[in-house]
């Protein structure tokens, strides 16, 4: 298994630290919003990558953190008058609840910042006994960054070139333009924790350093984030936690691309983003994550109603394909099919090239789906199980084919009108009553249904 390592630039093999285990920690969210579809992809990104390497033997420990203190949830608390803490827990859940509509597993562990001051506080400390941290004037605690020989090399950045186009700000007291905070001294009516040098409150780069090496140890395999982090976030991060242990922090970089719309990236300081939960009332969560997995994860994403349709559509031939095959279980999967998908996941998690395996499999069920009932029902577990590992066709066929078109919920009442209006087509039919079987036809048409006649009675689907 090779994986594109930010830090070198190139495809690497995977080598655990310690063989057949892998530690992995992801910058989670910043909850003060719900979660827009930039956030989806990080989280379905990297949920497919734990899924991989668990169906691949190795024994995974992933983390995924929580910042629930910072700037811009302290202001988002004050412009609407809510304790921070009620702010948080709102957003913590609504993170959950979106997590579970899109099948994204939970980590096996999630830090909170506001639970993790002891380590925060300690990595500090270890920081200032070994020289790389200084309290400015104003009582903030800053990381001085010339300390750091290496500071740059993630991002690719030169500190030369860094520190000509830096500014300090009115209010700070570093020492150097490229210094940041690691501990902010409160202010009047802010959230804050005891510490060595007075009442405050952590920075957010060390929050992660803390968190991660408290749930992973000093050193560890995989560290990943969307593109934004690379520089400053992931830089910082490393600069702390190599100063604070003095081990290697992570063997592995892994960043995703941004989810782009007009050619802009998404974000909410740009005000052009679209809520997971917005997304979800159109599309299905299956046709979300299959858009968010049809490009490399290295790759830009672009949002559009257009390509959202295209991977509406893509979900609906491979449900196809299962739809009214039993349900079997298989001692030995489709060993070439498997091979074919192991070979494309193992390269760097490229996932189009899964898919397509995906696709190929699809193709075969329908060419035997006639003639050889059991080849083909055997072919469909194989779809099946390489398609969890995507985290898609885990539905029942017939429920994803009845949803409207693009996979959002249908309405009960609906599905019975529509049942029953097949039912007396049938009627019709078996009564070669033509006539009233067209017309009746004609009015699910109107309704976007798709009929479908077979030997034992018509089956229904929304069309697309």
């Not at 690497?12 to 956030?39: A, S």
């Not at 009442?413 to 017309?439: F, G, H, M, T």
Request: proline share 4%; with cysteine; net charge negative.
């Amino acid at each position: 298994m090779k994986i594109f390592n930010t830090l070198s630039g190139q495809k690497e093999p995977l080598r655990p630290i310690e063989p057949g285990k892998v530690r992995m920690y992801v910058c989670g969210m910043t909850v003060y919003d719900l979660c827009h579809l930039g956030h989806a992809r990080v989280l379905v990104i990297f949920d497919t990558v734990v899924r991989h390497l668990r169906d691949s033997g190795y024994e995974v420990t992933y983390v995924r953190n929580i910042t629930d203190i910072d700037d811009k949830i302290i202001q988002r608390a004050n412009e609407i008058g809510e304790d921070f803490n009620a702010l948080t827990g709102r957003f913590i859940e609504a993170m959950h609840e979106d997590c579970t509509a899109l099948g994204v597993l939970p980590p096996d562990e999630e830090p909170r910042a506001t639970e993790s001051m002891s380590s925060i506080i300690d990595m500090v400390t270890m920081l200032m006994d070994k020289g790389y941290a200084y309290a400015g004037e104003n009582g903030d605690i800053y990381y001085a960054v010339k300390k750091f020989k290496s500071y740059g090399r993630l991002s690719g950045r030169r500190l030369e070139d860094l520190q000509a186009g830096a500014r300090v700000a009115v209010d700070e007291a570093k020492a150097d333009p490229m210094d940041f905070v690691l501990w902010k001294r409160a202010k009047p009516g802010e959230p804050s924790w005891d510490s060595p040098w007075g009442a405050g409150r952590p920075g957010w780069h060390i929050e992660c350093s803390a968190m991660s090496t408290d749930c992973l140890g000093s050193h560890f395999d995989i560290h990943g984030g969307g593109m934004d982090l690379k520089f400053p976030h992931h830089e910082n991060e490393i600069a702390q936690s190599e100063a604070a242990t003095g081990e290697p922090f992570v063997n592995c970089w892994m960043h995703n691309g941004f989810v782009r719309v007009a050619e802009e990236k998404m974000s909410k300081s740009l005000g052009n983003f679209f809520t997971v939960r917005e997304v979800l009332k159109q599309y299905s969560a299956e046709v979300v994550r299959y858009f968010i997995l049809s490009s490399h994860y290295r790759s830009p994403l672009n949002y559009s109603d257009q390509n959202l349709q295209n991977a509406a559509g893509a979900m609906e031939r491979l449900y196809l394909a299962l739809r009214g095959l039993p349900v079997v279980e298989v001692d030995t999967p489709n060993e070439e099919a498997r091979k074919r998908f192991r070979a494309a996941m193992d390269d760097d998690f490229n996932t189009p090239e899964a898919l397509a395996v995906l696709f190929e499999l699809a193709k075969e069920i329908n060419r035997k789906r006639d003639s050889a009932p059991e080849e083909a029902a055997a072919l469909a577990a194989s779809l099946r199980g390489l398609g969890a590992v995507l985290g898609l066709v885990q539905d029942d066929p017939e429920s994803f084919l009845r949803q409207s078109a693009g996979g959002a919920e249908s309405n009960d009442s609906d599905d019975a009108l529509i049942d029953s209006l097949v039912a007396q087509r049938d009627e019709a039919r078996n009564s070669k009553n033509w006539a009233e079987a067209d017309r009746l036809r004609d009015e699910l048409q109107g309704k976007g249904i798709v009929v479908e006649d077979g030997a034992e009675g018509s089956t229904w689907r929304r069309g697309g």
